[in-house]
């Protein structure tokens, strides 16, 4: 265990550094968290509790000391596909459940990889596949927020059938003026002050500005749609109980989202481990995740990825080792027991305006350019999956994208000298 190891070496001069860069990993990690589990049809606080058992659990078995994980972008559209397979009507309760068992499902096929060595298969995704993949998934999650940036609710797999209820509802009338005003000028903020640094500093001040906002104005009596009350204290470890005729769609589902999230985590460890001069084992990788995945599913949480962000920003402020991850989940635990009801009245549309920047920052289109002037045949598969993401959905799109990898493996197999 990679964690007895950082106990037994760690220096006190690390300590304030460690210390500083969390204080910045958890400004992020709370707005991240709660928009990220809206995103993925689960209560908001549910997102914390996934990030404090993911950091944790990472920090005693990960093998990387900069890595870490939780609540991730590029997952949280598919898990709310998958949710929206079994839990009839949206019910909350249903829908924790049968998200803590994707976890355990997904955490479980993370561990058979790593037991057999099959770290390689995060590979077979090819790379301008993998781009036209999640330039898809960027266009579905602004999309999919749209409704709650205006103030209303909304629903829909595919963006036909979003932008359908999105316009059906601004002509209804639904549109709350308030809610859209902070939502706009949260993702200006957010976009603005990314361009500098520290980029997590936006984020925080559109939180803190909306929520200030809300309470000076009285803007709940007035009908802004807010997180509403969280529970205090944190969830005791449980087994999720579900339906039998969930845990199929569930299992199927959870093939994509280990495909997805060993793809991202292999990808962000080895770069990381470039820049310092180490070496990462991808099995060893591979089994942290899992072993973080079921951990998550015990506590009431929902798969998880690496972040890009929050490990950028952890290695941006100074930190040293994964005592930043553990810092920063004591921080939020303390929140969670001490002070969740600072964070009911956050309105709906700032989450939706962190997600509608995280999704600007995940599309690519310098990537895709680059791909039509150099080799147009690649940047045909590109947009061919971003094209399947877009008409219908994510999960389909997995499969999308996995047959065009291979249709281009065949390919190039076929006319080597091409």
Known sequence: MPGVRLVREYRSQQFLPDLWAAVAVTALMVPHGMAYAELAGVPAVTGLYTTVVAVVVYAL??????????????????????????????????????????????GGLCLLAGVFRLGYIAELLSNPVQLGYLNGLAVVMVCSQLPKL??????????????????????DGLVDGW???IGLVSVVLILAIARGRPRFLGVLLAVVLAIVAVEVLDLVAEGVPVVGDIP???????????????????????????WVTLTDTTALSRGMAARDGEHVDANAEIMALGASNVGVGLF????????????????????????????????????????????????????AAVVIAAAVHLFD???????????????????????????????????????????????????PYD
């Open 232 to 258: 205090r204290g944190f969830p005791s470890p449980s087994l999720p109980s579900a339906e039998l005729d969930w845990w199929w769609p569930l299992f199927l589902a959870s093939f994509g989202l280990t």
């Open 300 to 351: 009431q949480g929902f798969p998880i990825s690496a972040s890009t962000s929050r490990t950028a920003t952890a290695r941006a402020g100074g930190g040293t080792s994964q005592m930043v991850g553990l810092i920063s989940a004591a921080f939020l635990v303390a929140l969670l027991v001490l002070g969740a009801g600072l964070l009911e009245s956050m309105p709906d549309s700032v989450l």
């Open 150 to 171: 205006f103030g209303f609710g909304g629903g829909g797999e595919t963006v036909p059938e979003i932008l359908d209820g999105f316009v059906s509802g601004v002509a």
């Open 365 to 415: 289109h310098r990537r895709v350019v680059w791909l039509v002037r150099t080799r147009r045949s690649e940047a045909v598969l590109c947009i061919a999956a971003s094209i399947g993401v877009v008409l219908v959905g994510v999960l389909n799109g997995i499969l999308i994208a996995v047959g065009l990898s291979l249709i281009n493996f065949v390919r190039t197999l076929w006319r």
């Open 179 to 181: 809610s859209l005003a």
């Open 61 to 106: 078995v990960g093998p990387s000391r900069h890595l870490l994980l939780g609540p991730d972008s590029s997952l949280a559209p598919l898990i709310a596909a998958a949710l929206a397979l079994v839990v009839a009507g949206g019910d909350p309760a249903d829908a924790v459940v049968a998200a803590g068992l994707l976890a355990l499902m997904t």
